[in-house]
């Protein structure tokens, strides 16, 4: 009798949990989707890395051309971040060369969750299982700048959930002493102070380890100016981290008025 209790148990454990993915009921508690749009005039390889304890979303990055969208499922846990690659090329070995412009994480068309190399624009989150606690995300500009990029919720999109993409084109206005050239002579993206000059004041380490001690520079204002929604410096206040409850988000790279003075959704 306990065997066959063991075995009636078994299937209908097994039936409840058909039942659930089947209707769906589990990705609504559990899942989350994440959709990558590019809009920018140019292909671009997205690129996924999680936190200690999380999986590789996509296998860690993906080829999306101009116009494209890819839809990424994610767990209703997951925290990571998120990155777009340019100027890539993956037709010959790279023997752990750069094969990327910007963003590049070790040669490899999927990252496997290795981090990109800055200078990238990085879209930071942390996902909450519970749709009653929020989910947090961000912009940041810490390590510098490549591409502008919009967040924000997807059916219904809420204006409390976006973040906007940039009301000017930073690489247009990126000093010399930050800026990233690539063969042809072109600016493919702006450095941060922190990361072209590692001075404890640009980067809010030792002394300067607290919002009290670190500022906004020059530098920092000159980023905070093109893109007001994002993180441009470790203590940037009040803080750009947006909270939202949902389980579909949208990112677009390169968001509409790219470039222009008015605010890009």
């Not at 590019?38 to 997205?46: G, H, L, T």
């Not at 890539?88 to 023997?95: A, G, L, V, W, Y």
């Not at 999109?157 to 084109?169: E, R």
Request: proline content about 8%.
């Amino acid at each position: 009798m306990r065997m066959n209790f063991s075995r009636i148990s078994s299937a209908l454990l097994l039936f409840f949990i058909c039942h659930f993915i089947t209707s769906g009921k589990l990705t609504e508690v559990e899942g989350c989707t994440i959709y990558i749009s590019n809009k920018c005039p140019f292909p671009i390889w997205p690129a996924t890395a999680p936190n200690t304890g999380h999986p590789v979303l996509a296998n860690g990055g993906f080829y999306l051309p101009s116009g494209g969208v890819r839809r990424l499922g994610a767990p209703g846990d997951w925290s990571g971040r998120i990155w777009a690659r340019t100027g890539c090329n993956f037709d010959e070995p790279t023997n752990h060369k750069p094969a990327c412009e910007t963003g590049d994480c070790d040669g490899k068309l999927e990252c496997e969750g290795t981090i990109g190399l800055p200078p990238v624009t990085l879209v930071e989150m942390s996902i909450q299982y519970d749709k009653k606690q929020p989910s947090f995300y961000d912009v940041s500009l810490v390590d510098g700048y490549n591409l502008p990029v919009s967040v924000t919720n997807y059916k219904p999109a809420s204006s409390k959930c976006l973040i906007g993409g940039c009301t000017k084109n930073l690489k247009d206005m990126c000093p010399p002493e930050l800026q990233v050239i690539n063969d042809e002579g072109q600016v493919v993206a702006c450095k941060s102070a922190c990361l072209a000059f590692n001075f404890d004041s640009f980067c809010c380490r030792n002394k300067y380890g607290s919002p009290e001690k670190c500022k906004p520079s020059v530098y920092s204002s000159l980023f905070k100016k093109a893109c007001p929604s994002y993180v441009t410096y470790a203590f940037d206040t009040p803080s750009p981290v947006v909270s939202c409850s949902s389980d579909q988000y949208v990112i677009t790279f390169c968001p509409d008025k790219w470039g222009t003075e008015y605010s890009s959704a």
